[in-house]
């Protein structure tokens, strides 16, 4: 039984202010307007055959998006949660261990990063189909992509002779090169790019990390044997997982080895790297321009354009990116994109916000986003899904009103339960039990205004939560 794993735990710094830790480039729609990447990905394995149910890797604070996504796929399956990142050798080990525990001695995995383009998925099936021989044998598989141009962002492959079944072995790896070693590696005919795909048998590859790196087995075994499970949820133990050092499949095993082959990707592919990678992916207008949202370009060539949330307009730039979310913009030389993440890290230091946090924030149960903010005071607008439930709570320093703008609430204040629909509102006085639903089957929209002497997202007393939030890590705005 094949299963694939999505490697959901990315940051995407370099996309930044689109891409933030709040919601990393995988939750994003960057090359389909109407798809996130992560659902893009798992279009791609509508045609398999023998598919076994989709497994996820991703942290605490995107439980919820990864989730969400999935079942907006159509796919649900258990999504293991990593106290932190270490790397992808610990994340496909902790896959391993549920795949053997959930689906037997023979299942199989396929570890897909969620924030990739392929343009051929035709092509990818056939890779695919070809990496399950290899696997079959005992051998662990990776996709190469041929490059076609230098690259210093990507790792390469140099692989041996094609064998007949069209595998080739492989030789070594290239960690990312120089520009000059990038111009010689894009002409050599032996060398691919990595692009971090895998497919293998559980048991196989924890045979060999225990080999390899018995640190990162012993370690994951620990967590998972830890850990705890909440619905579709398996928490991993946090002290074990924490302490393990980071690292890569590549380096904990693949380059140990000498069952590790490549399959050849014969598409066009992308990590998504950069701002560059996003627009040759989408594609050029004749001008060399690529835009995403509403933007107008004139006399303006080789230039990025991405608007989230209002019209954005260049005249007379040349090989620039700009980006416009809500609460921040970025315009910066392409030459110099390689060096945002680093400006980010820069605005992180320096305490704003912006760095990490979205202004939109998401939650199980909808959206919210701030409109107004000022001394004792706050504004925001509130989105409820259809069937979505507030934690049942109070605060100790704000209180609250509340005007339905569309749809229909249900509100719980102390012992009184009541429905509101579209302008009508009520009151909720400091250290009310309150609680906000959506019975209804559209969106509920709803304006609250906040006031009192401290309004931070962490003054909340949860009594009762149906998405199993005990604490105040995930506070909510009301």
Known sequence: MLIPVLLAGGLGTRLWPA????????????????KSLLVETLDRLAS????????????EAHRFMIAEQMQQ????????????????????AAAARLALEQYGE????????????????????????????????GQLALFGVSPDRPETGYGYIRAGERQADGLRHVDAFVEKPGAEQARALANAPDHFWNSGMFVFRARDYLTLLGAYAPDIDAGVAQAFAGSTRDIDFVRLAAEPFEALAADSIDYAVMERTDRAVMVELATAWSDLGSWSAVARARGYDEQGNTTIGD???????????????????????????????????????RSREQDIKQLVARLEAAGRAEATE??????????????AAGPRYQVKHIRVTPGGR????????????????????????????????????????LGAVHRLENPGKVDLDLI????????????????????????????EPT
């Open 19 to 34: 891409s933030r830790s709040s919601r990393p480039k995988q939750f994003l729609s960057l090359i389909d307007t109407e």
């Open 390 to 429: 507030l934690s049942l709570q109070s605060h100790h320093h704000r209180a609250e009103h509340w005007v339905v703008v569309r749809g229909t609430a249900r509100v719980t204040r102390d012992d009184e339960v009541m429905l509101l629909a579209e302008n009508q509102s009520t009151y909720l006085p």
């Open 73 to 92: 796929a159509g796919h649900t399956g258990p999504i293991i949660l990593e106290p932190a990142p270490r790397g992808t050798a610990a994340a496909a």
């Open 448 to 475: 609250e205004v906040q006031s009192g002497s401290y309004l931070g997202e962490d003054d909340i007393v949860r009594y009762d939560d149906v998405y199993g939030r005990a604490d105040t890590n995930d506070a």
């Open 295 to 333: 933007c107008w370009l004139e006399a303006t060539r080789d230039t990025v354009a991405y608007s989230e949330s209002r019209l954005v307009v260049t005249l007379g730039i040349d090989n620039q990116v700009v980006v416009e979310t809500a609460d921040a913009v970025l315009v910066a030389d």
């Open 106 to 137: 023979d299942a199989e995995l396929l570890l897909l990063p969620t924030d990739h383009a392929v343009a051929d998925n035709q092509a990818f099936v056939a890779a695919l189909a070809s990496a399950r021989h290899a696997t079959r044998h």
């Open 48 to 59: 398999l055959d023998e598919l076994g149910p989709v497994m996820a890797v991703g942290s």
């Open 358 to 371: 979205h202004r939109k924030a998401y939650r199980p149960w909808g959206s919210y986003q701030q409109i």
